[in-house]
């Protein structure tokens, strides 16, 4: 569960980048977070992977209080996160089941678990028949279902998607949209964050607004309501 609670954010620039953020993500609910650049999108994202602490306010994510922990509490919290990147941030001497594996010997896996683990998460996403491919060899999409496996392959409880569809084009953000509702129908919560209120449309899921560093509408109506006013 993720949950943030009267959170405030100022930088040491002054800058106030949330003002009073309120939210609940339940286990195994999909949403998207959607608003303008500088709304508060990425400060929430380094919120909830521990980036960055609060201000003031209460963030908890998976069981772990965000405001109060420890750092070295902070790898624990990490292996039930996945994140996915808009730039991908695949290592290029490295093939597809390397770079997937790489996620799994970060976090102190064995080679038996590795050996079982990233064959299964590459057919899930597609790119089984990859496995020795590098990623200049790739498509954009396969790049980026790359990237999906390697969040996924720890078998996260949070996947939290950072302008997944930034770098595709119109076919392959709709197939994106697709492998990541099917991974949320298997069990893992999903956060979505982007800009793009046409992939929004595709789905009909939670959507939150943020804009100003406050949430303008969490719901489908309001979400309609704050894009009309535009």
């Known amino acids: 569960m993720v949950r943030l609670k009267d959170v405030f954010k100022e930088y040491a620039n002054e800058t106030r ?15 998207f977070l959607v608003g303008p650049s500088g709304s508060g999108k990425t400060t929430i994202i380094s919120l909830l992977t521990g980036e960055i602490a ?17 750092m070295s509490k902070m790898p624990h919290l990490r292996r039930t996160l996945g994140v996915i990147f808009q730039d991908f941030r695949l290592i290029d001497k490295k093939n597809v089941y390397e770079n997937v594996a790489f996620a799994m010997r970060a976090v ?8 079982k683990r990233v064959p ?26 790359v990237a999906v496996a390697r969040a996924l392959v ?8 950072d302008e ?6 119109p076919p392959r953000s709709l197939e994106m949209l697709t492998l990541l509702q099917k991974i949320n129908e298997l069990g893992t919560t999903v956060l979505v964050v982007t800009h793009e209120k046409t992939l929004v449309d595709r789905l009909s899921q939670r959507v ?8 303008i509408s969490d719901g489908m109506d309001g979400y309609y309501d704050y894009y009309e006013e535009q």
């Not at 980048?17 to 949403?31: C, V």
């Not at 609060?54 to 420890?70: A, H, I």
């Not at 997944?164 to 084009?169: A, E, H, I, S, V």
């Not at 939150?208 to 949430?215: E, K, N, Q, S």
């Open 208 to 215: 939150i607004a943020i804009d100003g560093g406050r949430i």
């Open 17 to 31: 980048a949330l003002k009073g953020i309120s939210f609940t993500l339940n286990d195994g609910e999909f949403a």
């Open 154 to 161: 720890n078998n996260p409880r949070l996947i939290i998607a």
């Open 164 to 169: 997944p569809t930034g770098n595709l084009d």
């Open 120 to 145: 299964y998460v590459l057919e899930l996403v597609g790119l089984d028949r990859k496995a020795k491919s590098y990623p200049q060899e790739l498509s954009g999409g396969e790049q980026q279902r």
């Open 54 to 70: 609060p201000t003031d306010g209460e963030v908890l994510v998976n069981g772990f209080n965000l405001s109060s922990m420890r």
């Open 108 to 115: 102190g896996a064995g080679n038996r678990d590795i050996k």
